[in-house]
């Protein structure tokens, strides 16, 4: 971690991370510009490598930040005694909704992250990486997916869970209205009704 970064005040802190979240997140990390990061945070560029040195050591200091502060969420909202599949999707959406309220990107760019494909980022995220994988799946894992027993594959319910609530986030997230809350609500009673579906 970056001492003299955490040295800002939190509010300085968090507009930094939120814009090289934001640009990050868009783009691979290839493609992304620290000029849009500047812009986007109302810094100079000087003063973003003062803090981090160059860009990938900024890209580094994100995944580790938000890895660290994702399972931490995780940790708080997940029930490890949880085995209802359904509970523990609501859960663990639970949890990024509480991480989309500071940092609205966040699990995108981890998202980006896990398909990030250039050796000079990969390189420098590969173990951070390797652990989210294994804590997220550890989470998924501890499910009772019996209770698909008749009705089709464990993998490709999960992957409509999960293509379910991905479509609900990008169709809520371009709204003009749009909150954390909104969206949980929403994926909250979309996984009530599939659950309801199952019960038939």
Request: aromatic share 12%; glycine share 4%; net charge negative.
């Amino acid at each position: 971690m970056n001492d003299k970064f955490f040295d800002l005040k939190q509010e300085k802190q968090d507009r930094i991370m939120n814009a090289a979240l934001k640009v990050f997140a868009r783009s691979s990390y290839k493609h992304a510009s620290t000029d849009d990061i500047v812009k986007e945070a109302g810094i100079s560029k000087g003063l973003l490598f003062h803090y981090f040195e160059s860009k990938t050591g900024l890209y580094a200091f994100l995944y580790d930040y938000s890895v660290r502060f994702m399972l931490l969420e995780l940790s708080r909202e997940v029930d490890r005694s949880e085995t209802d599949f359904f509970a523990l999707t609501k859960q663990m959406e639970e949890a990024r909704m509480q991480v989309m309220k500071l940092y609205p990107y966040m699990q995108q760019f981890l998202n980006v992250g896990l398909k990030e494909e250039c050796q000079e980022a990969a390189e420098q995220i590969e173990e951070r990486r390797s652990d989210y994988r294994e804590r997220m799946r550890a989470y998924t894992m501890q499910a009772d997916y019996s209770v698909f027993a008749g009705i089709g594959d464990s993998e490709r319910m999960i992957r409509l869970v999960q293509y379910t609530i991905d479509g609900i986030t990008a169709e809520m997230s371009a709204r003009y209205d749009f909150t954390p809350e909104k969206l949980y609500q929403e994926i909250c009673e979309y996984i009530d009704m599939l659950q309801r579906m199952m019960r038939r």
